[in-house]
């Protein structure tokens, strides 16, 4: 079956950095999405990979290594409008999206 | 960018009615659009894929004949819940398909049936 892991909730301080990880197994892949979804808002999009690697954009960046079936977002520098859920999504070889459960990412100051 | 909108943003029904939801693409084209259902604290649940001009392909478990959906234009798809029960209470989002690898998603729509 399709199944992507990740973890339920994350806490971090204002200003530091976050590592979220997303492990998948999907029947084929093309592209790891991840979103951020703020509580009753729909989900934003923040990254697409679909090589091997890290990409950055801004304070936040993706990580995709597709032999292993994992990936992770890291968020650097991060603020209070920080705290949301990161959703992790694959596409499999359908071109459709399989979700995994988000994770909560709780800031403190 | 490509924007995507629904209407109503929130609705409140009584239990035994229908509802219908509106989902469009104001700047683009969608030939594919899908439907998503999400309860609190739970990740997106795919409910049903809305081609325009044909038959929506449902997802395992979803009753098509209780979620309506109808695409008639590219730029516009309609979920209408029939006869609803407070289980069907829920944050439903649609999301409007620009190219093989890009989708944009609506607000959502936050139903409350009583």
């Known amino acids: 079956g399709q199944n992507i892991d990740q973890p339920t909730e994350m806490t971090a301080t204002e200003g530091a950095i976050v590592q979220i990880n997303c492990t998948y197994q999907?029947?084929?892949?093309?592209?790891l999405f991840w979103y951020q979804q703020h509580a009753g808002e729909a989900p934003t999009f923040l990254s697409y990979n679909v090589l091997d690697g890290l990409e950055e954009k801004g304070r936040f960046s993706s990580f995709l290594s597709r032999s292993k079936g994992y990936s992770y977002l890291l968020l650097k520098e991060l603020q209070m409008k920080d705290s949301a859920s990161y959703l992790c999504?694959?596409?499999?070889?359908?071109?459709?999206?399989?979700w995994g459960a988000g994770t909560k990412l709780i800031i403190k100051p | 960018g490509a924007v995507v909108s629904q209407h109503p943003s929130w609705v409140i029904c009584k239990s035994g009615t229908s509802v219908k939801i509106e989902c469009r693409s104001l700047d683009f084209q969608a030939t594919t659009m899908f439907w998503y259902r999400q309860f609190p604290k739970q990740s997106l649940m795919l409910m049903a894929t809305?081609?325009?001009?044909?038959?929506?392909?449902?997802e395992q478990g979803v009753e098509k004949d209780k979620f309506l959906i109808n695409h008639a234009s590219l730029t516009l798809s309609t979920l209408t819940v029939t006869s609803a029960h407070p289980e069907d209470s829920s944050f439903y989002i649609c999301?409007?398909?620009?190219?093989?690898?890009?989708?944009?998603f609506g607000p959502g729509t936050r139903l409350t049936v009583t």
């Open positions: 999301s409007a398909r620009i190219s093989d690898y890009e989708q944009y």
């Open positions: 809305s081609n325009e001009g044909s038959k929506a392909t449902y």
């Open positions: 999907t029947s084929g892949f093309n592209g």
């Open positions: 999504a694959v596409m499999d070889s359908n071109y459709q999206l399989i």
